[in-house]
T-cell receptor
Framework: GAGVSQSPSNKVTEKGKDVELRCDPI?????LYWYRQSLGQGLEFLIY????????KSGLPSDRFSAERTGGSVSTLTIQRTQQEDSAVYLC???????????FGSGTRLTVV | GDSVTQMEGPVTLSEEAFLTINCTYT??????LFWYVQYPGEGLQLLLK?????DKGSNKGFEATYRKETTSFHLEKGSVQVSDSAVYFC???????????FGTGTRLAVRP
């Protein structure tokens, strides 16, 4: 597609449930990033995929968070046993290998009740 | 580690006023610097960038100059419009890495 697509755009879930967030990057972009935007907290790096290399998971806040990228394209961020502090907007971005700028998706707003 | 510090908002200006949003950074190497903008209800968009010292990034009337001596990348615009109302994020990317480190964002509101 023309841009980075994320789904769902909004998700309300009960505390303790698992959720999956999807990101479809721009075709041909080899790098894919997940960030979290909490109210008043700015953007927090979560995980980064580059081609076939091992992902940089250094930003994942706990072992309840995981992500995979299948076939070098679509990525899924999974949060297990959700907690109220997981409520945030989860942003996905992609970039070509040699570019310095990211293209962001519109995000998934996650609310844990 | 790397960090970016932005002036706290919100910043409220009248139309045609001069805008400055301060940004300073801490990095171990020679980072590239960026400003991103998030308009209401939209995703983040790259506004401008600079990849080395003394470079000036510019776009849509906005400018920022990479100042290595003061580790700053302040965003300026000579005459703001109501349509510039948004949240502005300063960010850096280390020369040895790929991920962006963002500031907390500065909300700008422009009154007619």
């Amino acid at each position: 597609g023309a841009g980075v697509s994320q789904s769902p755009s909004n998700k309300v879930t009960e505390k303790g449930k698992d959720v999956e967030l999807r990101c479809d990057p721009i075709s041909g972009h080899t790098a894919l990033y997940w960030y979290r935007q909490s109210l008043g907290q700015g953007l927090e790096f979560l995980i980064y995929f580059q081609g076939n290399s091992a992902p940089d998971k250094s930003g994942l806040p706990s072992d309840r968070f995981s992500a995979e990228r299948t076939g070098g394209s679509v990525s899924t961020l999974t949060i297990q046993r959700t907690q109220q502090e997981d409520s945030a907007v989860y942003l996905c971005a992609s970039s070509p290998v040699s570019d310095y700028g990211y293209t962001f998706g519109s995000g998934t707003r996650l609310t844990v009740v | 580690g790397d960090s970016v510090t932005q002036m706290e908002g919100p910043v409220t200006l009248s139309e045609e006023a001069f805008l400055t949003i301060n940004c300073t950074y801490t990095a171990t190497g020679y980072p590239s610097l960026f400003w991103y903008v998030q308009y209401p209800g939209e995703g983040l968009q790259l506004l401008l960038k600079a990849t080395k010292a003394d470079d000036k990034g510019s776009n849509k009337g906005f400018e920022a100059t990479y100042r290595k001596e003061t580790t700053s990348f302040h965003l300026e615009k000579g005459s703001v419009q109501v349509s510039d109302s948004a949240v502005y994020f300063c960010a850096l990317r280390e020369s040895s890495g790929d991920k962006l480190t963002f500031g907390t964002g500065t909300r700008l509101a422009v009154r007619p």
